[in-house]
């Protein structure tokens, strides 16, 4: 009994596991998209230049 629930938490673990990187490629996604639409839409700084859209 033993060696089935070892089995049974092994199972569990890497079911947990591939959906935590499973979530971690989506929020990595949007970042990304977020991070390239931030290029489209900065607007141009004090000196006429263009200027970064995030404060640091």
Not at 25 to 54: E, K, N, P, Q, S
Request: hydrophobic share 70%; glycine share 18%; aromatic share 18%.
């Amino acid at each position: 009994m033993v060696p089935g629930l070892l089995v049974l938490l092994l199972v569990l673990l890497l079911f947990g596991a591939g959906f935590a990187l499973k979530i971690l490629w989506w929020v990595a996604l949007v970042v990304l998209i977020i991070w390239l639409l931030g290029f489209l839409f900065r607007g141009t700084g004090a000196g006429g230049g263009r200027g970064r859209w995030y404060r640091w």
